[in-house]
């Protein structure tokens, strides 16, 4: 009994009658891009410990799906493309095999394989033309999902051409996304919110205790915002080619490359898809910056629970069927 009282004791202690929750904010630079953290709790030294660990884990990640890091996992099955499968942990094995699924839905527009080409491009903003063409093309016939072998029994993963090459840039963040918020949530995080460089997933309610909107930035100024998402619970994931860009005789292009072409994709601004999963958000607005307005939006009609927002290059909105946006 004196133990119990004890320990009520030292938890009042802890947390002073009537104590508000409080959001602790982290900005951190991970996976080659910025990070925020928020934590929601009325203990802002759990919510400072799980924004730690959130981090931890994704750091933890980005060793092991890296295709820049010579010694991850990806970097071990890149080395082997024509060579040998590579088994790897579980963790790994999955998000591939997601990935590969995510290809089936979309017809291949999204494709891990697509880093074949990657070094072709530097999309800084100051290229001004195309790679010749024949290093396109001899980097695009390298392109294909359906050549990523994977091994269930095993646990393997093989590329069965020589030459391919494959990378996470357009679904890792989301999958980090997700996997930081589980971290928090598990330590007792209610009310958070984890925004990888634009992919974003939040939980519970605000400070406030308001629910979480979400401001859609205007991909001409990226400090305005343009129109607002009423969220609540879930993910929202925007891509968009305000940041890593090739201008070519005055167009815009995106860092994302239509594995049909090996030419990156063009007359799409930026793609939000709001949806319960960041890691698919993140996979989904990819794929519809390659499949283009009418395709993508089509694409995305048909799946359930899934909406999309797409700027174009004429600054025109067009939403999928469902979603409710709010203009102030
Ligand atoms: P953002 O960086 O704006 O969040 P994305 O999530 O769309 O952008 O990811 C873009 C990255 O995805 C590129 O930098 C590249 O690493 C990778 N990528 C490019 N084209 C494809 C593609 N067709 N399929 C899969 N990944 C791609
Ligand atoms: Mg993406």
Not at 162 to 177: C, D, S
Not at 260 to 274: E, L
Request: with cysteine; net charge negative.
């Amino acid at each position: 009994m004196r133990t119990f009282a004890v320990l009520i004791l030292a938890w009042l202690a802890a947390f002073p009658l009537g104590a508000q929750p409080q959001a602790i904010h982290r900005a951190v630079k991970l996976m080659g891009c910025g990070f925020e953290f928020t934590a929601i709790h009325e203990d802002p030294a759990l919510a400072r410990q799980a924004i730690e660990a959130g981090i931890a884990e994704v750091s933890r990640i980005e060793r092991l799906i890296s295709s820049w890091d010579e010694h991850s996992q990806t970097s071990a099955i890149n080395r082997n493309a024509g060579i040998q499968p590579v088994q790897v942990d579980d963790e790994l094995f999955q998000l591939i095999r997601r990935s590969l699924k995510v290809s089936g839905i979309t017809n291949g527009a999204f494709d891990i394989s697509f880093a074949a080409i990657e070094k072709l491009y530097l999309f800084n903003g100051s290229e001004t033309t195309f790679p010749p063409a024949e290093e396109v093309e001899g980097s695009v016939a390298k392109i294909n999902y359906r050549n990523i072998i994977v091994n269930p029994e095993k646990h393997t993963a093989f590329l069965k051409e020589e030459g391919m090459r494959i990378g996470f840039g357009a679904i890792g963040k989301g999958y980090a996304a997700n996997r930081a918020r589980a971290v928090m949530q598990s330590m007792g995080i209610a009310n958070g919110l984890v925004n990888a460089s634009g992919d974003l997933t939040c939980w519970g309610k605000q400070e406030d205790g308001r629910n979480w909107g979400i401001a859609i930035a205007d991909p001409d100024d990226k400090m305005k915002a343009i129109a607002w998402l009423p969220i609540g619970e879930g993910a929202v994931v925007t891509s968009g080619d305000y940041e890593k860009y090739l201008m070519v005789d005055g167009k815009r292009y995106a860092h994302i490359i239509d594995p049909r072409t090996g030419y990156p994709t063009t007359g799409i601004k930026s793609v939000t898809i709001v949806c319960p999963d960041a890691e698919l958000a993140d996979a989904l607005a990819t794929s519809v910056f390659v499949l283009g307005k009418e395709d993508g939006l089509a694409l995305i009609d048909q799946l359930k629970g899934i909406e999309c927002l797409i700027i174009t290059e004429e600054n025109e909105l067009v939403g999928s069927k469902g979603l409710q946006l709010q203009y102030e």
